[in-house]
């Protein structure tokens, strides 16, 4: 309801502005923050706003949507059949990977732009530069990027953007529940005639709240007494079943 | 319902784990084992981390025992002589196991090594249970009597530094004791579980202790093993996460004292004949996981 009345607040001095449009794009999410609580299952984050132009005008004018989480490094290992038994055999290191991707547009992006453009922009799982160590076979980037899509943490198209009228656009961000914290960028960009005319940043942080705060907090600032903690209160679960589940 | 693990990083159905830790609780108490060896593997099946699945079921396997344990003393079924004796071997060997942990980690080979470890003990230990288990539970039913001696002597009674321990009518050298104590650590800390399962036997057939003494004095070591593994884990690896253990521990809490009223009516060769089958049960499950062909050929891993 709070996110309703701060868009409708939003579009509103859009449109009470009358024809002075200082970009040809404006663009705004539904929250800036997602807060991760000890229910956490997952969040939707609404990108909205409005164009200048009519959308599907002539030329035609296309949103693209990307988000992008803080980076994170991975190893994607092989499994290999020693004697029967199924080892991990070669890996490929990927030190520096969106922990989270996922891009969406009016249309497919290589119909909109050409290849540099998206390169540039790292539009599309194949634009994204993944550099890589070690093993050089080219299926280790396609496992990741199999993976990574398998959990919804990198996602191509998964909600379009959808329009209103002639102006008006929205798209949906699906964060799973497994989204790591830390800030998140969400590019809007507006393209015409085989380049992007105009684009607006947004950010976003994920962020623990309440009890899983103070615990995470807790274990990573003060691991011993933590570790302590966590035995006490063990003990003590333990104990007290043994008192309120005694069977005699 | 869904909850959120803060450690974990991830949410999942309270229900299940509430489930699972009940399941393993109530062969807790049943058997006098943590369950760590079922909790461990079935944690990493539902999608957990497998150092936060570790840690855990340590912290959970703590708890489930500590209500095992104070039920067994009620009984008078535990030797704390014996039980010290083991933990000092125990404290030794755990250090150790975590240092072998470390190093296979840097191989990558993790997984698979606990894997494997699991399948070569819970193989070897399960087959010994069930064999001894049946042998005792046929001659019972022949008729024939059991000749057993009282006292069976090998060289491991020939070792010094003997001691009395009056609960288990043992006097014997402290040497095998210290020494069961030390392996079972160096392989609990491996293998992310209490080692009661192999606690047992070894008590039973290597130390000739009466069953009756053995399930409350192996829960004791039980527990002191796994609060040192939670104190390890969580100071130094940072992968205990107490909400899972929570809900683990409410299912759990619950199990223990069922599992714990039921032990009593079973005769030790039944007990022992079961828990014998359940271990080879996941020492089979385990080692198909390891032979069949993986479901997805690559893996993805974070760097830490």
């Known amino acids: ?12 001095s859009l449109f009470g502005g009358g024809m002075a449009w200082a970009s040809p794009i404006t663009a705004e999410l539904s929250t800036d923050r997602v807060e991760i609580s000890t229910g956490f299952t997952g969040a939707s984050v609404l990108v909205f706003g409005a164009t200048q132009n009519p959308l599907g005008g002539d030329p035609p004018e296309d949103l693209i949507v990307v988000a ?12 290999i059949n020693v004697l029967g038994i199924w080892l991990n055999g070669p890996s490929t ?11 969406t547009a009016t249309r ?18 194949d634009n994204l530069r993944l550099r890589s160590e070690g093993n050089r076979n080219p299926a280790f980037r396609a496992a990741l990027l199999e993976l990574k899509q398998a959990d919804a943490r990198w996602q191509e198209y998964a909600a379009p953007v959808s329009r209103a009228g002639e102006r008006l656009f929205s798209a949906r961000i699906a964060f799973p529940a497994t989204v790591q914290t830390g800030d998140y960028q969400i590019e809007v960009l507006l393209a015409r005639e085989n380049r992007v005319i105009a684009r607006q940043e947004l950010s976003l942080r994920v962020e623990r709240v309440g009890t899983a705060a103070d615990i995470a ?3 990573r600032g003060q691991p011993l007494l933590y570790g302590v903690l966590c035995i006490v209160l063990a003990a003590l679960a333990g104990w007290l079943g043994s008192v309120l589940f005694r069977r005699n | 319902m869904q909850v959120y693990l803060p450690i974990a990083e991830m949410s999942v159905d309270a229900l299940l784990l509430l489930g699972i830790g009940f399941g393993v609780g109530w062969l807790s108490g049943l058997f ?104 005792a539970l046929l001659r019972r039913r022949r008729g024939a009597a059991p000749r057993r001696k009282l006292h069976e002597h090998t060289w491991l009674h020939g070792l010094p530094y003997k001691m009395r321990f009056r609960d288990s009518r043992l ?14 650590g160096i392989l609990s800390a491996i293998m992310g579980v209490g080692g009661g399962f192999m606690l047992v036997p070894a008590m039973i057939y290597i130390l000739g202790m009466p069953t009756a003494i053995v399930i409350g004095t192996s829960l004791f070591q039980v527990v002191f093993v796994s609060a040192n593994v939670t104190l390890l884990q969580a100071w130094q690896v940072g992968s205990v996460d107490i909400v899972l253990t929570m809900l683990l521990l ?24 079961l828990l014998g089958l359940l271990v080879l049960s996941v020492a089979f499950g385990l080692a198909w996981n390891l032979l069949q062909t993986p479901s997805r050929a690559f893996t993805l891993s974070p760097i830490s």
């Open chain 1, 93 to 103: 290191r990927f030190p520096e990977v969106p922990g989270f991707y996922a891009l």
């Open chain 1, 1 to 12: 309801m709070k996110a309703l009345a701060h868009m409708m607040l939003v579009l509103g």
């Open chain 2, 250 to 273: 409410a299912g759990g809490v619950a199990g223990a004292q069922f599992g714990a009223a039921m032990g009593t009516k079973l005769r030790g060769e039944e007990t022992r004949a």
């Open chain 2, 171 to 184: 006097y014997i050298s402290v040497i095998p004791p210290l020494a069961i104590g030390f392996g079972i």
């Open chain 2, 32 to 135: 006098g084992v943590g369950g760590g060896f079922l909790l461990t593997p079935l944690l990493m099946l539902i999608g957990i981390p497998s150092a936060v699945a570790v840690a855990s079921a340590a912290n959970q396997t703590l708890g489930a025992s500590i209500s095992g344990l104070i039920a067994q003393w009620r009984r008078g079924n535990v030797d704390w002589r014996m039980g010290l004796t083991l933990f000092a071997g125990g404290l030794l060997g755990s250090a150790l196991g975590v240092q072998i942990f470390a190093l296979l980690k840097r191989w990558g080979q993790v997984d698979v090594a606990v894997s494997l470890f699991y399948v070569v003990i819970l193989g070897i230990v399960g087959a010994l249970m069930v064999r001894e288990s049946v042998t």
């Open chain 1, 68 to 79: 992008t989480g803080p980076t994170q490094g991975v190893v994607v290992r092989r499994k």
């Open chain 1, 108 to 125: 497919r992006v290589w119909e909109i732009l050409p290849e540099d453009e998206r390169r540039q922009y790292r539009l599309g799982f």
């Open chain 1, 217 to 219: 907090s807790l274990a």
